[in-house]
């Protein structure tokens, strides 16, 4: 039966913006860190860290709080509020989850609840957006959610559209039951992938998930490129496709999270990372968005971004230079074999030379109209 501090809590987090508040045990996640070692040792994470950088203390919360008895659990829709985006020539889509940041006013409201159980005299820590804690885990411990086909944490009414956060505390609280939900024949989120990324129900090949490979440094694989599109972090697809969020998603009429192109090439650093402050980069550096840009306008070809693009050809940085290479090269242009033809002759960097070679020898590149 709930406590009274447990129903103050509750009512405190619901006050404070949250939609849904649970109770669990900390106590480890056994499975969940099996699961996490075989998958690992299977390459499905790729190179995404996050709490693969330490599975064992992210599967139990005791290992960074030995005090830690229960966890509060809160969850926040990021819908309707992010709206919806739409492909657009010159511009880039940004996933709803990013367009701003959704885990400042989770951490907010978890803090509401923390501070109540300070008050009374119980330690408390917030873990929002934290590698120690496998929070989808969590969420479903204390009833909140269900895990999805998708991967992502499900609930009813929301669908897969919220972020999680926990307290950790030395109260005593009584557990919730874990929801007696899960998704039964649907499926739709598994076709709905665009590069097969969901190899099994509840199986994500983060190698090929568009959403990390965003957000992987290096040289983007050649062969999700085009499946990038118009994306320039991060992707919904499976998010979209799920039946129990399309309620919610109905009603994000506003339209939101299209970037201009132009400007994400030629903004200065500090201009991108205050923006953009809250997206997962590589060393915090904005070349793997300029990256991203890159990709996208060789996929959307807009005449007005050739000189941006044949700009980059010949860019200090070797990372923009390779994709701006694969940029131009996709234009029908006469102009762009003479820019890559006269940055092949002093090109040093393997990697971009690599991509010089393709694009000059593929034959698909039109001869200038002099025919030299």
Not at 59 to 73: G, H
Not at 117 to 144: K, T
Request: contains cysteine.
């Amino acid at each position: 039966m709930e406590t009274p501090l447990q129903e103050r809590l509750r009512r405190l987090g619901l006050e404070a913006g949250l939609d849904r508040v649970g109770f669990a045990a900390a106590l480890p996640f056994e499975d969940v860190h099996a699961e996490m070692q075989h998958r690992a040792s299977e390459g499905l994470n790729a190179e995404l860290k996050f709490t693969y950088k330490d599975p064992a203390s992210a599967t139990d919360i005791r290992r960074t709080f030995p005090w830690a008895r229960s966890l509060v659990v809160g969850i926040r829709s990021y819908l309707p509020e992010a709206g919806f985006s739409m492909r657009q020539p010159g511009r880039a889509r940004i996933a709803r989850f990013a367009i701003e940041d959704p885990y400042r006013p989770l951490g907010e409201a978890l803090d509401v609840m923390a501070s109540e159980l300070r008050a009374q005299g119980s330690r408390a820590e917030v873990l929002a957006d934290d590698d120690r804690l496998v929070d989808r885990a969590a969420a479903v411990r204390a009833g909140v959610a269900w895990w999805g086909k998708s991967t992502m944490a499900i609930t009813p009414g929301l669908g897969p559209w919220f972020v999680i956060g926990s307290v950790a505390t030395d109260a005593e609280l009584q557990p919730d039951a874990p929801m007696k939900r899960d998704c039964g024949t649907c499926d739709a989120c598994l076709p709905a992938c665009p590069t097969g990324a969901l190899v099994a129900p509840g199986v994500l090949d983060a190698r090929k998930c568009l959403a990390a490979i965003s957000q992987t440094g290096g040289v983007m694989p050649r062969e999700w490129r085009e499946a990038m599109r118009d994306r320039l972090y991060g992707c919904d697809d499976c998010l979209d496709a799920c039946p129990p969020g399309q309620r919610l998603s109905i009603r994000s009429t506003r339209a939101r999270g299209n970037v201009d192109l132009r400007w994400i090439m030629t903004a200065a650093d500090r201009t991108l990372l205050d923006r953009f402050g809250h997206f997962y980069l590589p060393g915090r550096s904005p070349r793997i968005l300029r990256r991203n840009a890159l990709v996208a306008i060789g996929n959307d070809r807009d005449p007005s971004l050739f000189d941006v693009v044949a700009f980059h050809v010949g860019h200090p940085d070797w990372l923009l230079r390779a994709h701006a290479v694969w940029a131009l090269s996709r234009f029908e242009d006469p102009r762009v074999r003479p820019v890559l033809e006269a940055q092949q002759e002093h090109e040093t960097h393997p990697a971009v030379i690599e991509e010089l070679t393709l694009a000059v020898g593929s034959g698909a590149i039109p001869q200038p109209a002099n025919g030299a």
